[in-house]
């Protein structure tokens, strides 16, 4: 067999970008390892306020005041988000050897540009006060814009969602797995979604069971693939006993959409084609069919059978990204790839429409930007900046306005546009209060390794501490009211001797039908207004503060 | 319910010349709980894996019961990897999030139920069957999350390292836990810890494997008391077993000033290879303070000790005259001292030197060339 191996690359050791990750080092035996006897952070990030984090306080038991208030996902751990300077970074509670290793997967899953969520720091030697140990902390950054699928479920969404989300799994799991990693815990829970243009993607967020190789065996990829289905399903049910499912979602049939979806897209990413020596244009068709499925090749590996008849042809596939590199190149927008994809098309549309096809991309590009993007992206209302991505608003803009021009028989100017869009479509952004209290009670009710929590189990009826535990909750919904509205929480502090007014409240108030935006970052819960800007801006300090301006509009009608 | 046989077991990584696992031949008796111990990267994990599907095999096979699983997709194998990161369905009462595997399997409702309930009788839960796991505590959800795996019935347990994502005080309660559960269930079982307490408070049988060779094989108390090798001599045990090497001469080991004597079918096994040399192993609670000029004793440098209330420890050296084939060398861990258990109210004080004796009948005795057994 004759064979032009264009491939050099040794398929038994690990990409050198993964290796290279991170200093953290995690052996196959915890035994060697030792806890710290001090506050270690190894971090990535130089953000000082790190250390003035209360580290020796249990996770579960941190002040109100620094949580952002954003829909959990489920997990066996205590997780919370935290405002640590203009950044919100998720903090999950686990063992040091977990702690590390996790970080050091998560940190080599970011050089190979996979699709995860961005390791901030591990954090060991904690202990409290009173010199007991606590469990070592692994802060992830908050995916901006991105949403558990709980809380997508809980808005009215298309018929649809649940088979979008499946195929962003689907695809994420494909690339996780083209680059070696080997997940353990395929789950909607450990993912996190981010709108696509009119597609989902999704990002890893829970690597604990993972492994990364050089390659994968069908074994692991198939015991993957079963183990999402499974949980997949699982997750089904479980929103369909909340009601929180559409009635005419088969659970079933939506976890083996997962199966076959998985199965398509491998095949059509790894297959080795079979061509006519004179036929090989072929391989140029196979090539842009998956750059249409947004996957870039690298290599093609071409060898030609014995007798010379056939060649064999089998890409390289290095990863999706195909369109939104293209964009990046051109522009500097940074988007998912669907986005990226209707990004384009605009652009070569303003192209032919400025009778521009014999210029340079790039320079219309720049054009582009300036007279169509930016402005329309400098539309979006404050309150709106911080729930939906520049990129995801002007592809919904341009959808909205294809229906206007449908619907009125000639074309809608973008202005106009973005008017009728932002006035009939954004609100379906927002997230009420009360759904987001159910999400993150519904999250807190899953968790397994909570100490405190456990420790009640021991006392049989699940007393003993757990009561700590429950007044400490109530404090803390006395307090969030507090945030949004002082005056409301005195009243509440006088009357409410039990704790649960706070939470009454706050309902009475969603019964009025009023909403808060789903990514409160802003929220404050120290009473003071003032604060806000000072200390939990995100992004921009103008984005803060007209949010901020904003959620007084909201609550003063209350 | 069944057994499982490593056959000739090798798995080699591609681009690797040492195996992983090598030649691993181990069976696992039906209902047996068996604990795979050993160090860091020594193809404890890999083994596991083997037998559920995840790592291919590259020589020998794997049975489970009567079929022979070697190439099997891990999903048809009927084998359930405990702990994984099981989360609970927070709409769903505690019998659903238990069984909601076997509605997907399509397994008849009223089977369901049955195998649910037989389960929370098992795990303590029958009372919360119906209950959401808000209303749960996490020792319970943890149970709910544990009967997952349990209704499935599947002829295997695989646990690897499941007690790596407990902190300590949780680890010790679980490990209680598991063990009684799998003793009621009777279902075979493979867990894959590095933890030898683990290994030898739970396994009715522990292998102990080294850079993917299989050690040895035995009940808690046979690897204790009688360690084929050296390597399980100083793994096994906690505060380990003190191993050194000493000269023989005339049937007696020369610890410094000092001999002890050495069971003649022993000595007679010395090979040339062995250069005169034996290793001396025994645990700190077989040997005790002797008199000064007692015979059959050592003499040691205390260099430290512990009073724990129901036992002291004396950590120390060994005294040797520095001469190179008399140099004590330590094979155990410990600081690389000698450690040995005696009375809290006997402790002497640090710098003192104090006289040890052996109890003869517990030395374990190794050929420095080959690291066997040789009493």
Redesign the interface.
Request: hydrophobic share 25%; charged share 30%; aromatic share 4%.
């Given at each position: 067999m004759t064979s032009v191996n264009i491939n050099r690359a040794?398929?038994?050791?690990l990409d050198p970008r993964a290796m290279k990750a991170t200093s953290i080092k995690t052996?196959?035996?915890?035994?060697?390892e030792q806890e710290p006897a001090a506050l270690h952070i190894t971090a990535t990030s130089s953000n000082p306020r790190m250390f003035t984090l209360p580290w020796e306080r249990p996770l579960a038991t941190w002040p109100r005041d620094l949580l952002a208030n954003l829909p959990r996902g489920?997990?066996?751990h205590v997780v919370r988000f935290v405002h640590v300077g203009d950044d919100v970074y998720a903090m999950k509670e686990?063992?040091q050897?977990?702690a590390e290793r996790e970080y050091e997967l998560l940190r080599k899953l970011q050089k190979l540009e996979l699709p995860t969520v961005n390791p901030i720091a591990v954090v060991t030697g904690r202990h409290t006060r009173e010199g007991e140990?606590l469990?070592a902390m692994l802060v992830t950054q908050h995916l901006k814009f991105s949403l558990p699928y709980r809380a997508l479920f809980a808005r009215n969404l298309r018929p649809d969602t649940a088979e979008r989300l499946i195929d962003a799994l689907a695809v994420l799991l494909v690339r996780l797995h083209l680059a070696g990693f080997?997940w353990?815990?395929v789950s909607l829970?450990n993912v996190l979604f981010l709108r696509d243009a009119d597609a989902f993607s999704a990002f890893l967020v829970?690597a604990?069971?993972g492994d990364l190789h050089?390659?994968l065996?069908?074994?692991?990829r198939?015991?993957d693939i079963?183990?999402a289905r499974?949980n997949i399903?699982?997750?089904l049910?479980?929103?369909?006993?909340?009601n929180?499912l559409a009635g005419e979602v088969d659970e079933?049939g939506v976890?083996n959409r997962l199966v076959d979806r998985y199965h398509s897209l491998w095949s059509a990413l790894t297959d080795v084609d079979s061509f006519d020596p004179d036929e090989m244009w072929k391989i140029e068709r196979r090539v842009n069919r998956l750059n249409d499925l947004g996957f870039d090749v690298d290599e093609l590996e071409m060898k030609t059978e014995e007798n010379g008849n056939r060649v064999l042809v089998r890409p390289r596939v290095v990863d999706a990204g195909y369109a939104s590199r293209k964009l990046l190149r051109l522009t500097g927008l940074d988007v998912q790839e669907n986005q990226a994809r209707r990004l384009l098309n605009d652009l070569d549309a303003y192209r032919a429409s400025t009778w521009r096809q014999g210029e340079d991309l790039e320079i219309v590009a720049t054009d582009w930007m300036r007279e169509v993007f930016e402005p329309t992206v400098r539309m979006i209302p404050p309150e709106y900046r911080s729930q939906i991505e520049p990129a995801q608003f002007f592809h919904e803009v341009l959808t909205h306005r294809w229906l206007m021009a449908e619907k009125a028989g000639h074309d809608v100017p973008m202005a106009e546009a973005v008017q009728s869009y932002i006035s009939e479509s954004l609100p379906e952004y927002r997230l009420d209060s009360e759904d987001m209290k159910t999400i993150n009670?519904?999250?807190?009710?899953?968790?397994?390794?909570?100490?405190m929590?456990?420790q009640?189990?021991?006392a049989q009826a699940?007393q003993g501490k757990?009561v700590t535990r429950d007044q400490t909750d109530k404090d803390a919904n006395g307090h969030e009211v507090k945030g949004h509205d002082a005056a409301n929480t005195r009243a509440t502090e006088q009357t409410d001797v039990g704790g649960q007014t706070g939470a009454g409240t706050q309902k009475d108030r969603d019964r009025a039908g009023e909403e808060v935006p789903s990514q409160p970052v802003f929220e404050d819960t120290n009473g003071g207004r003032s604060s806000l800007r000072s200390v939990y801006a995100p992004g921009s300090l103008d984005a803060a503060a007209d949010q901020d301006d904003q959620d007084d509009a909201v609550w003063a009608s209350s | 319910m069944a057994e499982v046989v490593f056959d000739h077991v090798t798995r080699i990584y591609p681009g690797n010349d040492e195996p992983s696992v090598s030649d691993l031949s181990l069976d696992i008796k039906d209902g047996e709980f068996l604990v795979l111990v050993g160090p860091s990267g020594c193809g404890k994990s890999t083994t596991l894996r083997m037998l559920a599907g995840l790592e291919e095999v590259n020589k020998g096979r794997i049975m489970i019961g009567d079929k022979d699983v070697t190439t099997m997709q891990p999903k048809d194998r009927d084998i359930a990897m405990v702990f994984q990161n099981y989360a609970l369905y927070p709409h769903m009462t505690v019998a659903d999030n238990m069984g909601f595997a076997l509605k997907i399997a399509g397994t008849p409702k009223d089977e369901i139920r049955q195998r649910v309930e037989k389960a929370a009788e098992v795990l303590d839960l029958t009372e919360y069957l119906d209950r959401k796991p808000k209303a749960l505590s996490g020792g319970q959800r943890q149970r709910v999350a544990m009967g997952r795996a349990i209704v499935r019935q599947p002829k295997v347990f695989l646990m690897d390292e499941p007690l790596s994502n407990l902190d300590a005080k949780l680890r010790v309660q679980t490990r209680t836990q598991i063990a009684a559960l799998q003793r009621q269930l009777n279902v075979t079982t493979l867990y894959v810890t590095h933890d030898q307490t683990e290994a030898l408070t739970m396994g009715d049988r522990i292998a102990v494997i080294k850079l993917g060779v299989l050690q040895q094989v035995g009940a808690p108390t046979e690897l204790y008391d009688r360690p084929e090798n050296v390597f399980v001599a100083g793994f096994i045990g906690s505060p380990s077993m003190n191993i050194n090497i000493h000269p023989v001469a005339n049937g007696q080991a020369k610890i410094g000033e000092d001999t002890i004597s050495l069971p003649r079918e022993a000595v007679d096994k010395l090979t040339p290879e062995d250069q005169g040399r034996i290793v001396v192993g025994f645990r700190p609670e077989d040997a005790s303070l002797a008199g000064a000029d007692e015979p059959e004793a050592f003499s040691l440098k205390v260099a430290n000790v512990e009073d724990l209330g129901s036992d002291g420890y004396i950590y120390g050296n060994i005294l040797t005259d520095n001469s190179v084939a008399e140099q004590a060398i330590v094979m155990s861990d410990q600081n690389k001292l000698t450690t040995i258990r005696v009375n809290p109210r006997d402790l002497p004080r640090v710098g003192d030197v104090v006289k040890i004796h052996i109890d003869p009948a517990k030395m374990h005795l190794f050929s420095p060339a080959s690291e066997l057994r040789l009493n």
């Open positions: 040794t398929a038994s050791s052996t196959a035996d915890p035994s060697s489920i997990s066996r686990i063992t050897r977990v140990p469990e080997y353990g815990d829970s829970d604990e069971t050089p390659s065996t069908d074994g692991q198939e015991y079963d183990l499974t399903i699982g997750e049910m479980d929103l369909d006993s909340g929180l079933v976890g009670e519904e999250a807190d009710a899953g968790v397994v390794d909570d100490e929590n456990w009640g189990a021991h699940g757990q | -």
